[in-house]
């Protein structure tokens, strides 16, 4: 619903550049569903049931296993986009007057991919992939990078590309992480405490 709604809005804007020559600014909007506040609380939120829930059912649970799963996806699509926004130092839009072509402008300049939305996508995606075929409702978790995405627009600091690329990164660590048949690496680092998990323990 959220990407139709965006969908719709977009006839509205206006094509800026960038490099797939959409980006343009978003009129400023920090109040609401699009307040920081609530997009920290979905990042936050997101790590605390990685790691909490990953914890606590250990990994040789479904579940556990596939938290696991989650947290390499966003460790590693996080150092990758981290190194991402120091390689390209793009300007954000807040701070661009509206010029979607600022690249390489030096330190301070992270706009380039949206790592928040890199951090919401590689934490569903291989909970989606994992229960896909015993509920389908789950694809309904891809609404929370969507939200995301819209909401870090909203409040100009991301331009459109910087949301694909960080949606794309995300979802491709957390495919790529699902895809190990293996311990998850992380877990496999681990004291074996954490693979028994908290649940066990008591």
Not at 10 to 24: L, R, T, V, Y
Not at 40 to 58: D, I, M
Not at 110 to 123: A, Q
Request: glycine share 12%; proline share 6%; charged share 15%.
């Amino acid at each position: 619903m959220l990407l139709f709604l965006w969908l719709v809005h977009a006839p509205a804007c206006f094509a800026g550049g960038g490099p797939f020559g959409i980006d343009h600014e978003w009129s400023y909007d920090n109040s609401g569903i699009w307040a920081r506040p609530k997009q920290e609380a979905l990042e936050y939120g997101v790590l605390a049931f990685e790691v909490g829930g990953a914890v606590w059912e250990g990994g040789d649970t479904r579940f556990g296993r596939t938290l696991w799963q989650s947290i390499d996806a966003s460790s590693a699509s996080a150092l990758v986009a981290l190194a991402l926004k120091y390689a390209t130092s793009r300007v954000r839009p807040i701070d661009s007057g509206g010029d979607p072509n600022l690249w390489f402008k030096g330190h301070g300049n992270e706009s380039f991919p949206s790592g928040e939305v890199t951090l919401v996508s590689s934490g569903v995606t291989p909970i989606v992939l994992e229960y896909r075929h015993d509920d389908p409702w789950v694809y309904a978790l891809e609404a929370l990078p969507v939200y995301d995405g819209i909401a870090r627009m909203k409040v100009q600091a991301h331009w459109q590309s910087d949301v694909i690329a960080g949606f794309a990164l995300g979802t491709g660590a957390g495919w790529l992480m699902h895809s190990n048949p293996n311990t998850p690496y992380i877990l496999s680092v681990l004291p074996h405490g954490f693979y028994i998990g908290l649940k066990k323990s008591f």
